[in-house]
Nanobody, 116 residues
Framework: QVQLVESGGGLVQPGGSLRLSCAAS????????MGWYRQAPGKQRELVAA???????LYVDSVKGRFTISRDNAKKMVYLQMNSLKPEDTAVYYC??????????WGQGTQVTVSS
């Protein structure tokens, strides 16, 4: 059974940094493109960053230059380094395949709050 567990969120001041981690288990990972998504209150979940099985990355414009996605295939881990955080980055962050598929359930996410 596939499981995704996100961690690393918290409360941070504007301009601060956080590093999110996603641990994958089950029949998933090395051949899957993975993504970090976020959902702010009252908004739809959106893709923030993605990384292919080979390591190619893409970012939504609002986080380019501030966020870095990476993966460790041996450990089945995906990371999101977030720097220069802004209040508008406040959301619950999730990892999943890209695109998401029905056979991979969403995890519980990790809350990121950027506030002074």
């Amino acid at each position: 059974q596939v499981q995704l567990v996100e961690s690393g969120g918290g409360l941070v001041q504007p301009g601060g940094s956080l590093r999110l981690s996603c641990a994958a288990s089950g029949s998933i990972f090395s051949n899957n493109a993975m993504g970090w998504y976020r959902q702010a209150p009252g908004k739809q979940r959106e893709l923030v960053a993605a990384i292919s099985s080979g390591g190619s990355t893409l970012y939504v414009d609002s986080v380019k230059g501030r966020f870095t996605i990476s993966r460790d295939n041996a450990k089945k881990m995906v990371y999101l380094q977030m720097n220069s955080l802004k209040p508008e980055d406040t959301a619950v962050y999730y990892c999943n395949t890209r695109p998401p598929v029905s056979s991979v359930p969403w995890g519980q996410g990790t809350q990121v709050t950027v506030s002074s």
